[in-house]
């Protein structure tokens, strides 16, 4: 029913910066949330950062003051901004969305690989 498709991943040095973009397609209509999570080898997927209908954002302590979430309603995309980055970093980045709670989205993206080299 949505289709979210994510860019924006690439290789950067520790200290630099990434924006990652995820464009949604399809019956957007009721989605309560967008957000975005990750998933590093060998590590369970976490929740990164999240956005409600609203514009009430929430970040993983990990990533707080460093990274950004934001919505362009326009163009159903939804972006992450990521400053300052740190290797730690390294993983999968994945868009999901919401209808009802953010803990269980129904709807993922492929993903996009970040890797922060030190």
């Known amino acids: 029913q949505v289709q979210l498709v994510e860019s924006g991943g690439g290789l950067v040095q520790a200290g630099g910066s990434l924006r990652l973009s995820c464009a949604a397609s399809?019956?957007?209509?009721?989605?309560?949330?967008m957000a975005w999570y990750r998933q590093a080898p060998g590590r369970q997927r976490e929740l990164v950062a999240t956005?409600?209908?609203?514009?009430?954002?929430n970040y993983a302590d990990s990533v707080k003051g460093r990274f950004t979430i934001s919505r362009d309603n326009s163009k159903n995309t939804v972006y992450l901004q990521m400053i300052s980055l740190k290797p730690e970093d390294t993983a999968v980045y994945y868009c999901?969305?919401?209808?009802?709670?953010?803990?269980?989205?129904?709807?993922w993206g492929q993903g996009t690989q970040v890797t922060v080299s030190s």
């Open positions: 399809g019956i957007i209509f009721g989605v309560k949330a």
């Open positions: 956005i409600g209908s609203g514009g009430t954002r």
């Open positions: 999901a969305a919401a209808r009802r709670t953010v803990s269980v989205p129904e709807y």
